[in-house]
């Protein structure tokens, strides 16, 4: 499977492309403003299919079925060296992305800089998207107004960043594109893919080469040498492995405009592209929230985590450090001290198995990949619905569901419909005010039948009424707030 498909909104100014990306990401991601202007770096979401069936479980978490939105900001004169750089990153997106949507605000005459970018997106030879915004609008214009622009009518798409309307014609013909060639690829492909994630200078490189047993990235004590996503593919007990070295990730506030904006932004598409992500974390400096970021979006994506402690060799000779005032300290060394602070930094992650690895020494190379297999066969472990009910009365035994404003939800049964993140759904009566406690609980108990070691798990809760709400809902996402026609004769 290819990385992620990056899908770069483009435009001038004041165009809506921070609204639409919000709209596409059904959350409040980039600043909209009615001053022009207001986007002035990259922003980016991941977007899935679940708009187009977000009652269907198994779709809802199909990463095949995503892509990356990049909102850049919008193009202006070049008075200054601040604009000239922006043209620049409308320049990467154009290089980076796989889909381009140029934006226009169709309430407007185009000009002849929306000319110059629709003629810069055609010379990518990408395919290209004409999205007229604020279509809502009574002021705006025919499709005869934009016929000059050279996009055929079919690939010209009337949406409302405000209303929804048009959002679900304009997704599924992105996810027909990013599709094409996607999942061809997929079945060719049967390589464990593992991504090495982490801050910049926390020894991704070194670890690279380490494993590739050759010198194939470039290793530096200066941060952000590496620049795009490096590989290599291996065989370990008859399994092939690709191996993928990431840029490193700072904090969005110190990323440098143009490169490292879209190492960054491959960086997350990598994330999505493997299958398991081993976060590196620093042992001679393990304190970090940009740590426990990383470690969320890589739960977030459905993938497996292995935590490794890089450098491990510098804390042989090192002095045990007592981070929590422990009054007893002997016979426990500095690596014993870390792995506590590390079960209380990253608490979340009950399941996420550690290791320390060191580039100079080599040491647990190839107990890594033994970690990763372990990992990914939890991955693919699928639990019987007879054992699942077993565990689900267990639970209700010991300890009855409980719910909001004093409800009691009933769970009749559940089932484990996918794997790759595992995937269980539980049904009954009034799931939706089940205290999320008691989603904490069942976890731990289906996790005590099997770890699952590496893997997050996923739930949906599924009550006798829900359906028909979530149709609903689907069809708001789809056509927005239109209403829907009576079809009932009078």
């Known amino acids: 499977m ?76 070049p008075s200054d060296d601040f604009e000239a750089s922006i043209q620049d990153q409308i320049a990467d997106a154009i290089d980076s992305a796989e889909v381009i949507l140029v934006t226009l605000d169709s309430t407007k005459y185009f000009d002849h800089r929306d000319r110059q ?34 996009l055929a009518p079919e690939n010209t798409f009337y949406v409302s960043a405000t209303t929804g309307n048009g959002i679900g014609e304009l997704k599924r013909a992105i996810l027909s594109t990013v599709r094409t060639g996607h999942l061809d690829q997929s079945r060719q492909d049967p390589a464990l893919k593992i991504a090495l994630i982490g801050r910049p200078n926390v020894g991704k490189s070194s670890l690279f080469n380490t494993l590739a047993q050759k010198q194939q990235a470039v290793v530096s004590s200066r941060q952000g040498t590496t620049r795009d996503v490096n590989r290599v593919t291996i065989k370990f007990k008859g399994r092939e492995i690709e191996i993928l070295d990431t840029a490193g990730l700072r904090k969005p506030g110190k990323r440098e405009v143009g490169i490292e904006k879209f190492s960054a932004i491959r960086t997350l598409a990598a994330i999505e592209e493997a299958d398991i992500c081993a976060l590196l974390v620093d042992s001679t400096e393990p304190h970090s929230k940009l740590d426990q970021s990383l470690a969320g979006q890589i739960t977030e994506a459905g993938k497996g985590i292995i935590m490794v402690v890089t450098k491990s060799d510098l804390l042989e000779n090192s002095e045990p ?12 060394t500095a690596a014993d001290f870390l792995l506590d602070q590390l079960e209380r930094d990253f608490d979340f992650l009950p399941y996420a198995p550690v290791i320390f690895t060191s580039s100079e020494t080599g040491k647990n190379a190839t107990k890594l ?22 565990i689900l009365n267990q639970a209700l035994a ?28 539980v049904h009954g009566h009034d799931l939706q005010l089940l205290h999320w406690s008691y989603k904490r609980f069942l976890e731990r108990k289906i996790r005590e039948f099997y770890p699952f070691l590496g893997t997050p798990i996923y739930f949906s809760f599924r009550s006798d009424n829900s359906e028909r709400q979530s149709r609903k809902d689907a069809y708001t996402e789809l056509h927005g707030n239109k209403p829907r026609k009576n079809t009932k004769k009078r």
């Open 321 to 332: 450090t007592n981070y929590f005032g422990e009054e007893n300290i002997k016979n426990r």
């Open 398 to 425: 010991e300890h009855p569901a409980a719910g909001l404003k004093n409800t009691h939800p009933k769970p009749k049964y559940i089932v484990q419909t996918d794997t790759c993140p595992p995937w269980f759904v």
């Open 369 to 390: 990949f033994d970690l990763a297999l372990e990992v990914d066969e939890a991955r693919h472990h699928e639990i019987s619905t007879k054992d699942l009910n077993k």
């Open 2 to 77: 290819k990385n992620l498909p990056i899908v770069a909104l483009i435009g001038q100014t004041n165009a809506g492309k921070s609204s639409l990306l919000n709209r596409f990401a059904r959350k409040n991601i980039a600043i909209v403003a009615r001053e022009e202007g207001t986007t002035r770096d990259n922003v980016f979401a991941r977007v899935d299919n679940s708009l187009e069936s977000s009652y269907d479980l198994r779709q809802k978490q199909n990463v095949r079925d995503a892509f990356l939105m990049v909102d850049t900001a919008g193009l202006k004169d």
């Open 117 to 150: 970018i629709t003629k810069d997106a055609l010379k990518s030879k990408k395919p290209v998207f004409l999205v007229l915004n604020k279509s809502d609008l009574k002021e705006s214009l025919p499709l005869t107004e934009f016929r000059a622009l050279g």
